[in-house]
């Protein structure tokens, strides 16, 4: 239950949580949110409008144009209510927006007037934001007539929209009106001026980085070359844009090429290529809404039929196609359609409907070519004018020499002025010299000072990186002396045999140590080369706390002091979070804590408000200075230079943990007062995906124990597609403890028929398969028919890996290693009797030490083939190899084992990917680096089987 000063804290925040929420990567995410938050009690009618065309933009952003204006639509009522005028204004312009890209262009047209309509009456012209929004306004409605094939009133709003850009916007927004521009020249068929001007606007965007308008203008050149009779030239062009488009997933733009390309191969006569691309743009037209393109890609179509020969299917997508222009006012394609149309009567036999056809569009023809000919006209009296105005001020000239002649003395004193005023002009450039000379002594002045001021930031930094470099050469010392020392202590026998083992942990735990470090080192490069990635996945709070709990009780008792932790939430809770990152924070504020205690205790509390988590780490610890706070985030930094000599430390923690904060959208705060402790507050915004009313724990506790023995009763049916034996039998076991059915496959082959004969409701797909892949075997089952979910099951869970899986058209992605509650979760929303929570439960209890034992035999088969390899240089068989060991390696739990495969892995592809000859020298070096990996894999095998 929300009490009264949370839901007032809750709209304190609303600016906020509406920006971080607006700009979440997942738009969909994004777009349940949005809905949320619409929900809550209390909204005003301006802050319901915020949310509304939030969600508008959104939906046009995803291309769901219907929905968009739906949202527009309701967002606008809201305001009008009040009467808002800015906001229906702002909502008129959206509605513009999204009726322009579905091609609806009257209704775009009146809701683009309505906007600039305001921003008219409202005559605050000056104002840049206002002499902005005008000048957008008036490019949008100049592409609006343009489309309508309007090019009068076209030609007069991009004259008005480049006014304002030329005095208030920026050069990107001057390209962008030329680049407009060129396209109107391309309707008027002036494509020899309009080639110069996106020749001119490409380079430019390119210059700015802007890559989609590049792309845009690299489509618009195609067209004008398609128009200009240059057909390489236009395929070229259009194909480089819409290749772009595809890859970027700008589905209206992608659907506009496919129509631009379809045209260009019929006039090439590549018919086949060119009905290929039509049928995409149609498909994809009627996806995303877009009119224009699917009204021309049926004319193109109708084109491709009547070549054929079959009219009758050539009529009905001409008829389509004028339908679709009709309801659009699309002009000029109901011209062109009147041409073909006529083709297609005369070819079913239907003279009469022919002629008619013909003569309309004969019709049209004329009356374009008078409009053009008044246009002329127009034009060569504009210039007969001029002329005249030129022969008047010629006779004026004329009056005045020859007045002149006769007035020579007043000739004499003009002469007098123009030299007194040049003499003025010389004495006044004197001046400005001076004042300038004044003005650059002033800057270099000025400039030094900067100069001067950036010197000691340098210094200061290079103060801190002494400082940083000593610590860290302390940190990394101090782990590698006892790895050294034990290891050599090792080598020469100077350890009792019964004492090896405690000499290996000593190796491995200092070891650990060291990559935490390195680790923390490369997070922090990552993020300052924003190259970091959140991995946000289910994750059960209660998991985590729980861990803490068990983490750092020990570590505080050691020390004599006392650890608790304090929350008042209901498990399970189950977060969408990076969890790893979330424990590597909570990690550094409590170890930091329990390190600079020295007496008295360390409590963490866990509090829940509306869509976001507090952590608070509270000490009795050294606490901080006031200046010492200010710098404790600082990268490679401590609170002061004993700090680290004291109690050890590199300064990294801190500094990483706030920029993790930050990235999770999230922050951490602290309070301190010197010798009474610090409090620490990590504050992140996280959504709930499930939660539960408070419970009678201990029946809660008797509850489970009693349903743990009882089976669960589940039916359905699950195939699981897996080259590895033993990844293969794991997973078929924690699928079966649930009471699936499952069926196994070794490769894409036996998946395809398995899925035929038993029709699973689910199937998992492997992506490194041998005799056909999951992404062939997904294609196959696709083809054939089979439209049960399938999700991608593998070890490649990188971001844009991920985002081919999806694109490609899997339903979702599992990654390997699997982590038991998010596979749950994934499998129980397509068997709807699956308790997740039992389920999860259930999986927690399941004994798999039978299969890790038979893990641990079958690595003498991978230990033979890594051995052999030293002598054979089987590279293929040895990559396959290690891309299993380092799947299962981490499915069975064997971290380190994992980790030296995945190394070896990610070196065996970067070679394999490298085009250039290498020299024999390079060679052999790459062969002794392979070489020392397996060494080094090997070692990791031998020690899992003697575990």
Known sequence: MHTESNISTYHKDFNKQLFIISNTADK???????????????????????????????????????????????????????????????????????????????????????????????????????????????????????????????????????????????????????????????????????????????????????????????????????????????????????????????????????????????????????????????????????????????????????????????????ELSNAIAKKINYKTILIDNLAISALIYAGLGQQENALNDFYAHERHQHEADNLMLNEQLAKFESEQLAQQVIQLRQAKRLEELQSAKTDQRRSFILLSVVLLLLLIFFVYRRYLESRVTAVLEKRVQQRTNELELTGKRLRKANKIKSQFLANMSHEIRTPLTAIVGHAEAIIHRDV??????????????????????????????????????????????????????????EQAQRKGLTFTIQHQISFPFIINIDARRVRQVLINLCSNAIKFTAKGSVTLTVDWSIDRLKFTVIDTGIGLKSKQIAQVFEVFTQADSSISRR????????????????????????????????????????????????????????????????????????????????????????????????????????????????????????????????????????????????????????????????????????????????????????????DASKATAKLASLSLKDLTQDFKVSLQEELKVLTDYLTSHNQELLAKTVHRISGAGQMFGFTELSQAAKELDSYLKKISSEERVLTASEKKQQSCFIDDLIHCLIDEITLVQSA
Not at 509 to 527: F, T
């Open 647 to 834: 109690f050890g430390g590199s300064g990294l923690g801190l500094s990483l943990s706030n920029e993790l904060a930050r990235l999770m959208g999230g922050e951490i705060t602290v309070q301190s007062e010197a010798g009474k402790g610090s409090c620490f507050s990590f504050i992140l915004p996280c959504s709930v995906i499930a939660k539960t009313e408070p419970v009678d724990y201990k029946q809660t506790h008797k509850a489970l124990e009693s349903e743990a023995v009882k089976p669960i009763q589940i039916t359905g049916k699950i195939l699981l597609a897996e080259d590895h034996d033993d990844n293969r039998r794991l997973i078929a076991r924690l699928l079966e403890s649930l009471g699936l059915e499952v069926f196994c496959a070794k490769n894409g082959l036996e998946a395809i028929e398995l899925c035929q004969k038993h029709q699973p409701r689910l199937v998992l797909l492997d992506i490194q398969m041998p005799e056909m892949d999951g992404i062939t075997a997904f294609t196959q089952l696709r083809k054939i028919g089979f439209i049960q979910p399938i999700y991608a099951l593998t070890a490649n869970a990188m971001s844009h890996e991920v985002s081919q899986y999806i694109t490609l058209g899997f339903n979702g992605h599992l990654k390997k290693p699997i982590e038991r509650e998010s596979f749950i979760h994934t499998i129980a929303q397509h068997y709807p009797n699956i």
């Open 28 to 318: 969909n995410h994004a777009l349940k949110e949005l809905q949320q938050l619409f929900m809550a009690s209390g909204l005003s009618a301006q802050q319901k409008f915020s949310v509304l065309f939030e969600q508008g933009k959104l939906l046009y952003v995803l291309t769901r144009y219907q929905e968009a204006i739906e949202q527009a639509l309701q967002a606008k009522a809201i305001v009008q209510e009040i009467e808002d005028n800015s906001l229906i204004a702002k909502a008129d312009n959206l509605l513009g927006v999204v009726y322009y890209y579905q091609g609806e262009l009257d209704k775009a047209l009146l809701h683009y007037q309505q906007s600039l309509a305001f921003y008219n009456d409202k005559g605050d012209f000056n104002n840049s934001k206002t002499a902005l929004v005008r000048a957008n306004l008036f490019n949008n409605l100049a592409l609006v007539f343009s489309s309508m094939g309007d090019s009068t009133n076209s030609l007069y709003h991009y004259q008005q929209a480049e006014a304002l850009y030329q005095t208030y916007g920026s050069e990107a927004d001057k390209v962008d009106v030329r680049f407009n521009i060129a396209l109107l020249h391309v309707n008027l068929k002036r494509f020899g001026i309009a080639i110069g001007m996106l020749k001119e606007t490409i380079a430019q965007f390119n210059q700015f980085q802007d890559k989609l308008s590049a792309a845009k203008a690299t489509a618009g050149l195609g067209i004008a070359y398609k128009y200009s009779g240059q057909y390489k030239l236009a395929e070229k062009n259009i194909l480089e844009a819409l290749t772009y488009f595809q890859l970027q997933g700008h589905r209206h733009d992608t659907a506009s090429q496919f129509h631009n390309i379809s045209a260009v191969y019929t006039s090439l006569g590549d018919y086949k290529k060119a009905q290929k691309y039509a049928e995409k743009a149609i498909v994809l037209s009627q996806q995303v809404g877009h009119q224009k393109a699917h009204a021309g890609s049926l004319q193109v179509l109708a084109k491709i039929y009547f070549f054929q020969g079959a009219f009758l299917l050539a009529q009905e997508s001409i």
């Open 496 to 553: 009792n045999h019964e004492d090896l083992i405690k000499e290996v942990d000593v190796i491995h735990g200092n070891s650990l140590h060291l990559l935490a470090l390195i680790n923390d080192i490369l997070d922090l490069s990552k993020i300052e080369a924003e190259k970091f990635q959140l991995e946000l996945r289910p994750q059960n709070l209660e998991v985590i706390i729980q861990e803490l709990g068990d983490m750092f009780a």
